[in-house]
């Protein structure tokens, strides 16, 4: 079981830069690989970028590529986003999910491979 709950979303302008976290209670946070998914308003939830469970390999969408960066601090228990360059189409809610395989040696993009998911955290960017 693992309880996520993000923080740090909110306005921007465009080429802003924002760090979203997902902090996480519960034993399987240390060995479960991380995604960060996004939902904008009239599309399906994407996935944005993933980092596996000892953080030795990470992934990222082609549309945030250089832009954004996922990082975790285990001993801390959470999941960081890094935006930077923030643009218009970044509006989203962003949701971090645990995935459901323990030490899952890969970057899984299904939805539906994670189990635990934040409520997310609205990030708006202005042009």
Known sequence: QVDLVESGGGLVQAGASVRLSCAASGRTFSYSAMGWFRQAPGKEREFVAGITWD?????????????????????????????????????????????RTPFYRDIDKMIASYDYWGQGTQVTVSS
């Open 55 to 99: 953080a030795d390999r990470t992934y990222y969408e082609d549309s945030v590529k250089g832009r954004f960066t996922i990082s975790r601090d285990n001993a801390k228990k959470t999941v960081d986003l890094q935006m930077n360059s923030l643009k218009p189409e970044d509006t989203a809610v962003y949701y971090c999910a645990a995935h």
